[in-house]
């Protein structure tokens, strides 16, 4: 099965980061529409560049230069001072959000994280539905922008997220490489460094296309085992895996914007499933249960309501958990369009937690078994292989 990857890079992360914590904490003036630059302590005269904003890049002030020769470049700078405790706490709610959508996330610095949607895509949903879906929930939850890249592996999804910035989705597919990649300068390769380029160029390799038409022996004669990677990094070749750590949620939520405003009882409910079907299906892979079901709903009037309930016992089965948040739909729902339901689980466990009386264990069990035969098979041939018989029909 091809590969669905996304990477999400944050535009100009800590200078973003530190204008939405100043907005945050009542300051009116946007140090991103100013020419401003992050920087290191100038009265020890350690001061360098760590960010800046578009205005202060028009006076052609470089990242990691000194901030002297910035204020030499544009007089008016204004220099603000790092805070990595400050960046942390927005590359955590960055993740949060993405956690979402999958559980294979690699954060691959402070600002960018892979994330591989193979065995995630929800019903309906496209690789490039999630990566717009990303990048608007991230400008209006947290205030800041990212771009972000769509592929089959890892390495065109990031040279995707590094075309035109800022705030935009970029897609780098196979039969895309020639006309988006290979006219790029080599210097613009993931993993090409200054070093390389004068003897690339000294080869008559200018571009990212001459690299990849190179004959790749030549190249390994002249860099070794660097000159085939490089060679198939300019191919678009890389089957390098998403790299995570399977850390134990605590909640397991998803949430959906909809087409339009559903009033009718019955769409919102094949709405519920479907998500419960996504949230079910993450939990099963960690290996937990659940105690608790959570049901949020947004009207077409922008008010948010949300009911929760704890289960008689902890499951991971889609079947009891779908059952539970259709009631917790009936308490909420009075009529009102709705263009936003979201459905969440908390308060997990491990199963080794749990005493499950011999009736329940062989209820629970059941379930399991038909919940495992279905999540075998999206994993085997993708998510939307096979739906529920109530969802058949619908787009």
Known sequence: MERQILHVDVNNAF??????????????LDIRTIPAIIGGDEAQRKGVVLA???????????????????????????????????YEKYSNSLYHILSEYTDKIERFSIDECFMDLTSYLPKGKKL??????????????????????????????????DFQKPDRVHTLFEKEIETKMWKLPVSELFMVGKKSIPK????????????????????????????????EYANGKDNSEVIYIQEKPKGIGNSVTLPYD???????E??????????????????????????????NEFKVYSHQRKLDMPTSSTKIIYKEAKKLLEELYK?????????RIDNLCEKHEVQISLFDNKQEEKQNKIDNVIDNLKEKYGYNFIKRARNLNDK
């Open 335 to 343: 009529g009102i369009p709705i263009r936003l339901i979201g459905v």
């Open 128 to 161: 490039i539905d999630i990566a717009y879906e990303i990048k608007e929930r991230v400008k209006k939850e947290l205030g800041f922008t990212v771009n972000v890249g769509v592929a089959n592996n890892k390495l065109l999804a990031k040279m995707a997220s």
């Open 270 to 299: 094949k709405v519920i499933l479907a998500l419960v079907e996504q949230v079910t299906y993450r939990l099963r892979k960690v290996n937990m249960l659940a105690k608790t079901v959570n049901v949020q709903i947004k009207t």
């Open 15 to 28: 200078l973003s980061w530190t204008a939405v914590e100043r907005l945050k904490n009542g300051e009116t």
């Open 200 to 231: 690339l160029e000294r080869m008559q390799i200018k571009t990212i296309g001459d690299l990849a038409k190179k004959d790749e022996k030549e190249l390994i004669r002249n860099f070794g085992k660097y000159g085939r990677m490089i060679w």
């Open 262 to 268: 559903y009033s009718d009882i019955e769409k919102i």
């Open 52 to 86: 800046k904003s578009t205005i202060a890049k028009q006076f052609g002030i470089q990242t990691g230069e000194p901030i002297y020769f910035a204020r030499k470049k544009c007089p008016n700078i204004q220099v603000f001072s790092s805070n990595h405790s400050m």
